[in-house]
């Protein structure tokens, strides 16, 4: 595989508003570790192999549990994760297939009765920008291995 498009590299400035948009997530009041099981499961959905190695290193980095990282593509039938988790999560699966049902006014009841307005706004913000970089990665065909969480820092 080889990758067609280094993007950040011959247009910067089309990734500056997508930099601005993980800044106001990464600021926001949401755990780095929750950002990071967001990320990981979206990216999942897609099948964006770039981004489930990145988000992968970083949650480990911001202290998730092998464990937690092996069940997360079965979340559902896993004990591993809090209600907040949970809701987060199905916000997450809802969010990114959004075009097989919409979202219900149940599960946003649901979903809001763990964070915030402001929260809530960060959360579907986070879900917005993963399935953005999603489709690049995938579309331009990122290499999975060679991300360094400490290089991105």
Request: contains cysteine.
């Amino acid at each position: 595989m080889e990758q067609r498009i280094d993007y950040k590299k011959i247009a910067p400035k089309s990734v500056k508003g997508m930099y601005e948009l993980e800044k106001y997530v990464a600021d926001s009041e949401l755990k780095d570790s929750l950002i990071q099981l967001v990320k990981l499961r979206a990216s999942q959905i897609n099948g964006c192999a770039y981004c489930i190695d990145m988000h992968t290193k970083d949650a480990r980095q911001a202290g998730e549990t092998e464990q937690r990282l092996y069940a997360l593509s079965a979340w559902e039938e896993s004990p591993f994760y809090t209600e907040k988790e949970r809701a987060a999560l199905q916000w997450t699966e809802v969010l990114t297939r959004i075009s097989e049902n919409g979202v219900s006014d149940e599960l946003y009841e649901s979903v809001r009765k763990h964070f915030t307005e402001v929260d809530l706004t960060a959360l579907t913000m986070a879900i917005i920008s993963i399935n953005s970089w999603n489709r690049l990665a995938i579309g331009f065909r990122n290499i999975p291995g060679s991300y360094k969480p400490e290089l991105a820092k």
